[in-house]
């Protein structure tokens, strides 16, 4: 059984930026992806870093303002948001990718983090 655990979301204005972290129990050998589900929504992807390649992906809600990065000595992977809009607003997770198919479905992952609040205000 893996682990993971995020944080850092919370309360931010439109314009501003938040750095999400999530910490796995060990080493991730096919990657990391960041979903996002907002209320009467369903999960969507927001960005994916394989950690074979280091290739990186986005949504195109998200280009160009978020960034994914890894650390793999910590096991840990973060999201930086910046120039947060009102509908970035939902509970962010990270997850662990179960191998090289369905990259941008949760499919495609196998262990999943709690969540942690992101909310945007106008």
């Known amino acids: 059984q893996v682990h993971l655990v995020e944080s850092g979301g919370g309360l931010v204005q439109a314009g501003n930026s938040l750095r999400l972290s999530c910490v796995a129990s060990e080493p991730v050998l096919y990657g990391w992806g960041w979903f996002r589900q907002a209320p009467g929504k369903e999960r969507e992807f927001v960005a994916l870093?394989?950690?074979?390649?280091?290739?990186?992906f986005y949504a195109d809600s998200v280009k160009g303002r978020f960034t994914i990065f890894g650390d793999n000595v910590k096991n840990t992977v973060y999201l930086q948001m910046n120039a947060l809009k009102p509908e970035d607003t939902a509970v962010y997770f990270c997850?662990?990718?179960?191998?090289?198919?369905?990259?941008?479905?949760?499919?495609?992952?196998?262990?999943w983090g709690q969540g942690t609040q992101v909310t945007v205000s106008s």
């Open positions: 997850a662990r990718r179960a191998n090289s198919d369905y990259p941008f479905s949760s499919a495609g992952y196998d262990f």
């Open positions: 870093i394989s950690a074979t390649t280091g290739s990186l």
